[in-house]
């Protein structure tokens, strides 16, 4: 027996419409999706490397994570 995921079908399923409106046809799916970029670039995320936080200070002996 196979585990459903309601969310998952829902997900699936509007994928499929979105592609079927392009004949499942990469480039054009491609083009209307950088076209949606252009029409609303407050939509993107920011993928700008965030600046390194300073240490904590340890409040125990040093685990391995302590190393990392």
Same mark, same amino acid.
């Given at each position: 027996?196979?585990?459903? %995921?309601?969310? #998952? +079908? +829902? #997900?699936?399923?509007? =994928? @499929?419409? /979105? &592609? &079927?409106?392009? %004949? /499942? @046809?990469?480039? =054009?799916?491609? +083009? %209307? *999706?950088?076209?949606?970029?252009?029409?609303?670039? +407050? =939509? *993107?995320?920011? *993928?700008?490397? *965030?600046? !390194?936080?300073? !240490? =904590?200070?340890?409040?125990? !002996? &040093?685990? @391995?994570? @302590?190393? &990392?």
């Amino acid at each position: 027996m196979k585990w459903k %995921d309601e969310i #998952v +079908e +829902e #997900v699936r399923a509007a =994928r @499929d419409t /979105y &592609a &079927a409106q392009f %004949d /499942y @046809d990469l480039a =054009r799916i491609f +083009e %209307d *999706l950088k076209k949606k970029e252009q029409q609303h670039p +407050e =939509r *993107l995320a920011n *993928l700008r490397p *965030l600046k !390194p936080r300073a !240490p =904590r200070a340890s409040s125990g !002996p &040093a685990t @391995d994570r @302590d190393a &990392a």
